[in-house]
């Protein structure tokens, strides 16, 4: 059988990122040049500065890409690249970018849903793994949990009502005074602290179903903070991280083992950036291994965004005849549907 080569390109937030990945599993180049030193100055990702940079380094990131690969725009079978959700003007510089090479090399572009490509992350990181699994997706833009019926197929079994866990980490990570990104740094910080605060009596336990809810408990440690200060009290900010992420934790832990229980799914899979935090790792793990359930996540440099899992994505949508857009009208998209 033929191996086929996809060249996967990213933009879709302050990561510009070019791979090329064989047989959608296979990683012979992964190259990231992250802005994160350059937004940490702003306290977040400031879009018109994302795209002007992604502009700056992406024909760069494309060579070294190929390069790393040992191969040339030749030996691609086809491009695959993120054309949402995310910043449309990020999004609109790799969308350009590779229409423009699908247009002068003649090859086949595969429009990639971002939320797809971090699924698709776990086919790079488990050789060995395929559908039908549950995924829980946890990012700074979703929360979900779905059935992956096939490479390219899912079902939806439970998302959230208001905010992504991502955006209620980064919003507590703000209010406590951590820089950018706060995720991370809730999470490290988190480690020094202990769980001795009570936010709110989790309201997600009266949704139906499977979904999800973090506004109430992101607008309950902002208030937590605001009346300490309001008293002049002092705040142990690790405390804090901790409370906090133990309640984010538990609730997409909980949902997301009940519901594998419930569907007879046997394999539980973390993606997105949030699939990084060591607790919910941890958690998930062990709350699976209790009930028979063996849960999987990336490895943390294919959690964040990237172009490897782009890739991979684009190369299951490939072999299925899905997704082929044509080089000349593909249009990004800053939101797109789970």
């Not at 990012?139 to 959230?160: F, N, P, Q, W």
């Not at 709110?200 to 009266?206: A, D, L, N, V």
């Not at 973090?214 to 690790?238: D, W």
Request: aromatic letters at 8%.
């Amino acid at each position: 059988m033929k191996d086929i080569y996809i060249l996967g390109i990213e933009s879709s937030c302050d990561e510009t990122s070019v791979a090329v990945v064989k047989n959608g599993r296979e990683v012979l180049s992964n190259v990231i040049s992250s802005q994160i030193d350059i937004h940490k100055l702003y306290g977040g990702v400031v879009p018109e500065i994302a795209s002007r940079n992604h502009v700056l380094r992406i024909d760069e990131v494309l060579s070294e890409a190929l390069t790393k690969a040992g191969k040339t725009m030749a030996n691609i079978d086809a491009i695959a690249v993120t054309y949402g959700a995310g910043l449309l003007g990020a999004l609109i510089v790799g969308v350009n970018f590779a229409k423009a090479l699908s247009y002068k090399y003649k090859k086949p572009l595969i429009a990639v849903n971002h939320i797809e490509g971090h699924i698709a992350a776990n086919y790079i990181a488990h050789k060995d793994l395929q559908p039908p699994f549950a995924c829980l997706i946890v990012s700074g833009g979703h929360t979900a949990l779905c059935e992956m019926t096939s490479y390219t197929t899912r079902k939806l079994i439970g998302t959230t009502t208001d905010d992504a866990i991502g955006e209620a980490f980064d919003k507590v990570a703000r209010e406590c005074g951590l820089e950018y990104p706060g995720g991370p740094n809730v999470d490290r910080l988190a480690k020094e602290g202990q769980k001795n605060i009570n936010f709110i009596t989790k309201p997600h336990e009266k949704l139906k179903d499977y979904n999800f809810s973090y506004s109430g408990l992101k607008t309950a440690v902002i208030n937590y903070l605001h009346n300490k200060h309001q008293r002049g009290e002092q705040v142990n900010i690790a405390d804090v991280c901790r409370s906090f992420e133990e309640e984010a934790v538990d609730q997409v832990v909980q949902k997301s083992i009940a519901a594998c229980k419930k569907y007879g799914l046997k394999t539980l899979v973390l993606a997105g950036g949030v699939s990084a935090n060591s607790f919910l790792r941890e958690k998930a793990t062990a709350e699976g291994k209790q009930w028979g359930i063996d849960v999987k996540f990336p490895p943390i440099v294919l959690c964040t965004d990237n172009a490897a899992m782009i890739a991979s994505a684009g190369y299951f949508c490939f072999v299925e005849n899905k997704n082929l857009a044509s080089n000349l009208t593909l249009a990004p998209s800053a939101t797109v549907r789970l």
